[in-house]
């Protein structure tokens, strides 16, 4: 069952496909919402809801974001964020995804809330006080003191018998996940650039030569012409096309980046037409937004408005035309590095420090003068869109910057190219947008900590439509170890999206820098994968069309177990498998809860060399670095494709 309650005069997100019908009257201050069969009530506040909790509810849900599966213990807010650093203390990643269940201790009790509005939402899941559950809206501050008058949104309850169903339902109130293409599932190698296509060819032929499994490469900001979306370096890369089908021959699938910004300059056609269609964000006084970004000066595409996004979706075709299938979106939370009017007070500014004798109180008032510079939050309240007819200031609709660029691409892929199935990934999101295309989870570091929270993400991501997704193996910053790219890659494995990308400066990962063990067993753990693929590929799609999750916590497969609802590094993914991986350093192995009778896998590599039943319960299971287990449901069987293949068949 679906309740809807309208508060105020929302601001649409187009995140929902069901038309619900809204309860007639809204509960005021301090009054009950909705009484939940078994569980607390909810109560309307001020600025939005409270709820009690009970020391054995876990609360699942809000996508992207840090900690663990249980989302308890911590305060979390939606404000789609360019945030490099993924520590604990993080309120806000990328994307916003407003979706969580509250599941009790007997199967029946749980219940979901969406809060559906593109501003800033915050949920202190125990936070302040261990017992309650508190949602607000943060209004847009220089706004009215009034809270009550912030209050526009949609609030949804979905109550059924299992958390299983319960997000089932909200996933068929939210429309179908897209469905990426069979080869979007083999291995990728991506960097902080391949700068020319003679680097492009190398680092193929480096896989292909050691039999390293690959099958796409990606192209970072250095494949274009000074980082204009959609030229391509006339230098580094003017055999571009030719690139494109000779990778093809090779089974390999150039994937370049294209970034939200575009840049200030005449003669660039993207932004000649732009400003002749006034289809750039606007300032208050109506004139094109400047902001900095990787060019240097760009204007932003107003993603929102639908003549623009039709627009810029179409500028997509100048890369597949030269056969380019698939695509990933960045920087479209969007990232500002700065604004052309902030930079310009900043500078001012910090000319007043020029003389002075910087003592406790001016030097960090100086230090954080020229650390304000980016993604400052008074930058979004000064640019607008036009959405729907009306002017909207930014900071009211920023959660859904990434999602309407991206859908701009995935509508003109439906219009361009009707019968090819493009691959389509951003780094910003909003439910909603997972109709439309994948995520990637963003700058991670080579931290193990990062290891695990990429396997935690997997299950909350899921929940929220978001089936196409993975993060970057061996972690972005920082640099990695070959035992961290081993562990990370025998997770990794398991992921719909399984791309190794690091950045600018860090240690070089592709597979074959490192010594020929490492190389052999990552390889090894590589082909893993492909024998994978179909079980994987058909766990995906299945979960796709019945609003399924791939990647469950256990607690939601064994909800009557109370061992089962504990764990937090293991996962049931599809129906057959459940996989428990290694992120600490150093381990040989890890214990393992084995929530009913099943068979274990272990491979060394890609071969299959031992199978060993085992009875529920607690147990230690050695995993030496270079072996994965999976562990088999008793009635359900995995089927493994053939080894050595090297690409994805299609
Ligand atoms: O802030 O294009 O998340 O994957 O390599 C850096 C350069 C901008 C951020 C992306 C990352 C990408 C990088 N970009």
Same mark, same amino acid.
Not at 20 to 39: H, L, N, Q
Not at 167 to 192: D, E, T
Not at 433 to 454: P, T
């Given at each position: 069952?679906?309740?809807?309650?309208?508060?105020?005069?929302?601001?649409?997100?187009?995140?929902?496909?069901?038309?619900?019908?809204?309860?007639?009257?809204?509960?005021?201050?301090?009054?009950?919402?909705?009484?939940?069969?078994?569980?607390?009530?909810?109560?309307?506040?001020?600025?939005?809801?409270?709820?009690?909790?009970?020391?054995?509810?876990?609360?699942?849900?809000?996508?992207?974001?840090?900690?663990?599966?249980?989302?308890?213990?911590?305060?979390?807010?939606?404000?789609?964020?360019?945030?490099?650093?993924?520590?604990?203390?993080?309120?806000?990643?990328?994307?916003?995804?407003?979706?969580?269940?509250? =599941?009790?201790?007997?199967?029946?009790?749980?219940?979901?809330?969406?809060?559906?509005?593109?501003?800033?939402?915050?949920?202190?899941?125990?936070?302040?006080?261990?017992?309650?559950?508190?949602?607000?809206?943060?209004?847009?501050?220089?706004?009215?003191?009034?809270?009550?008058?912030?209050?526009?949104?949609?609030?949804?309850?979905?109550?059924?018998?299992?958390?299983?169903?319960?997000?089932?339902?909200?996933?068929?109130?939210?429309?179908?996940?897209?469905?990426?293409?069979?080869?979007?599932?083999?291995?990728?190698?991506?960097?902080?650039?391949?700068?020319?296509?003679?680097?492009?060819?190398?680092?193929?032929?480096?896989?292909?030569?050691?039999?390293?499994?690959?099958?796409?490469?990606?192209?970072?900001?250095?494949?274009?012409?000074?980082?204009?979306?959609?030229?391509?370096?006339?230098?580094?890369?003017?055999?571009?096309?030719?690139?494109?089908?000779?990778?093809?021959?090779?089974?390999?699938?150039?994937?370049?980046?294209?970034?939200?910004?575009?840049?200030?300059?005449?003669?660039?056609?993207?932004?000649?037409?732009?400003?002749?269609?006034?289809?750039?964000?606007?300032?208050?006084?109506?004139?094109?937004?400047?902001?900095?970004?990787?060019?240097?000066?760009?204007?932003?595409?107003?993603?929102?408005?639908?003549? =623009?996004?039709?627009?810029?979706?179409?500028?997509?075709?100048?890369?597949?035309?030269?056969?380019?299938?698939?695509?990933?979106?960045?920087?479209?939370?969007?990232?500002?590095?700065?604004?052309?009017?902030?930079?310009?007070?900043?500078?001012?500014?910090?000319?007043?420090?020029?003389?002075?004798?910087?003592?406790?109180?001016?030097?960090?008032?100086?230090?954080?003068?020229?650390?304000?510079?980016?993604?400052?939050?008074?930058?979004?309240?000064?640019?607008?869109?036009?959405?729907?007819?009306?002017?909207?200031?930014?900071?009211?609709?920023?959660?859904?910057?990434?999602?309407?660029?991206?859908?701009?691409?995935?509508?003109?892929?439906?219009?361009?190219?009707?019968?090819?199935?493009?691959?389509?990934?951003?780094?910003?999101?909003?439910?909603?947008?997972?109709?439309?295309?994948?995520?990637?989870?963003?700058?991670?570091? =080579?931290?193990?900590?990062?290891?695990?929270?990429?396997?935690?993400?997997?299950?909350?991501?899921?929940?929220?439509?978001?089936?196409?997704?993975?993060?970057?193996?061996?972690?972005?910053?920082?640099?990695?170890?070959?035992?961290?790219?081993?562990?990370?890659?025998?997770?990794?494995?398991?992921?719909?999206?399984?791309?190794?990308?690091?950045?600018?400066?860090?240690?070089?990962?592709?597979?074959?820098?490192?010594?020929?063990?490492?190389?052999?067993?990552?390889?090894?753990?590589?082909?893993?994968?492909?024998?994978?693929?179909?079980?994987?590929?058909?766990?995906?799609?299945?979960?796709?069309?019945?609003?399924?999750?791939?990647?469950?916590?256990?607690?939601?497969?064994?909800?009557?177990?109370?061992?089962?609802?504990?764990?937090?590094?293991?996962?049931?993914?599809?129906?057959?498998?459940?996989?428990?991986?290694?992120?600490?350093?150093?381990?040989?192995?890890?214990?393992?809860?084995?929530?009913?009778?099943?068979?274990?896998?272990?491979?060394?590599?890609?071969?299959?060399?031992?199978?060993?039943?085992?009875?529920?319960?607690?147990?230690?299971?050695?995993?030496?670095?270079?072996?994965?287990?999976?562990?088999?449901?008793?009635?359900?069987?995995?089927?493994?494709?053939?080894?050595?293949?090297?690409?994805?068949?299609?």
């Amino acid at each position: 069952m679906i309740r809807r309650f309208t508060f105020g005069n929302p601001i649409p997100t187009e995140a929902v496909v069901l038309n619900i019908e809204k309860r007639k009257a809204v509960p005021p201050i301090d009054e009950s919402i909705a009484v939940m069969d078994g569980m607390a009530e909810i109560k309307r506040t001020v600025n939005g809801f409270i709820m009690k909790m009970r020391d054995e509810d876990i609360v699942y849900g809000l996508g992207e974001n840090v900690r663990g599966i249980n989302k308890r213990g911590w305060v979390y807010e939606s404000n789609n964020s360019d945030e490099p650093k993924h520590e604990e203390t993080r309120k806000s990643l990328y994307g916003s995804h407003n979706f969580i269940v509250i =599941a009790g201790e007997k199967p029946s009790e749980n219940y979901g809330l969406f809060i559906d509005t593109p501003g800033k939402v915050r949920f202190d899941i125990g936070y302040s006080k261990y017992d309650e559950l508190k949602i607000e809206v943060i209004p847009a501050d220089g706004d009215s003191e009034d809270y009550t008058s912030e209050l526009n949104l949609d609030l949804y309850i979905i109550e059924e018998d299992t958390v299983l169903k319960t997000v089932k339902s909200f996933r068929g109130l939210v429309g179908k996940s897209y469905i990426a293409p069979k080869w979007a599932f083999g291995y990728g190698q991506s960097r902080w650039s391949y700068m020319s296509s003679d680097e492009v060819r190398e680092v193929v032929k480096k896989h292909r030569d050691n039999h390293i499994p690959l099958d796409s490469l990606y192209l970072d900001i250095d494949y274009m012409d000074d980082f204009m979306d959609f030229t391509i370096n006339p230098d580094t890369f003017a055999d571009f096309k030719e690139l494109v089908e000779d990778m093809k021959k090779e089974h390999i699938h150039l994937v370049p980046i294209i970034d939200a910004g575009v840049k200030v300059k005449e003669g660039y056609k993207v932004y000649d037409e732009g400003v002749q269609n006034g289809y750039f964000c606007k300032d208050e006084n109506g004139e094109d937004f400047i902001v900095g970004v990787w060019p240097g000066k760009c204007v932003l595409p107003d993603m929102l408005n639908d003549e =623009a996004r039709a627009w810029f979706g179409n500028w997509y075709k100048v890369l597949l035309d030269l056969g380019i299938d698939g695509f990933w979106n960045d920087m479209n939370e969007p990232a500002l590095f700065y604004s052309e009017k902030r930079l310009k007070k900043v500078f001012d500014e910090i000319g007043e420090y020029k003389n002075k004798n910087l003592d406790v109180n001016t030097f960090f008032e100086f230090s954080e003068l020229a650390g304000s510079i980016a993604n400052n939050p008074e930058d979004y309240k000064s640019f607008y869109h036009n959405y729907k007819g009306q002017k909207i200031r930014h900071d009211k609709v920023h959660n859904l910057f990434g999602y309407y660029m991206t859908r701009s691409a995935s509508e003109a892929f439906k219009r361009l190219v009707p019968d090819k199935n493009i691959l389509m990934y951003s780094r910003s999101s909003y439910i909603g947008m997972h109709r439309y295309a994948g995520i990637w989870q963003g700058d991670n570091r =080579a931290f193990w900590s990062h290891l695990l929270m990429n396997i935690q993400m997997m299950p909350s991501l899921n929940m929220c439509g978001f089936l196409y997704t993975g993060a970057d193996l061996g972690g972005f910053g920082d640099d990695t170890t070959s035992d961290l790219m081993i562990r990370w890659l025998s997770f990794g494995i398991f992921t719909p999206l399984m791309r190794n990308h690091s950045a600018r400066g860090t240690r070089r990962q592709e597979v074959y820098q490192f010594d020929s063990k490492s190389m052999d067993m990552m390889s090894g753990i590589i082909s893993l994968r492909y024998r994978l693929i179909h079980y994987l590929y058909d766990a995906y799609t299945k979960a796709c069309e019945q609003d399924e999750m791939m990647f469950r916590p256990l607690g939601m497969d064994y909800p009557s177990d109370k061992d089962a609802r504990r764990v937090e590094d293991q996962l049931m993914i599809g129906d057959a498998i459940m996989v428990a991986p290694v992120y600490t350093q150093n381990a040989t192995g890890r214990s393992v809860y084995i929530p009913e009778n099943m068979t274990m896998l272990r491979f060394k590599g890609a071969e299959l060399v031992e199978k060993t039943s085992l009875t529920k319960g607690h147990t230690f299971i050695d995993m030496p670095l270079g072996e994965v287990c999976i562990f088999v449901r008793e009635d359900k069987e995995l089927k493994l494709a053939d080894a050595g293949a090297e690409y994805v068949e299609e």
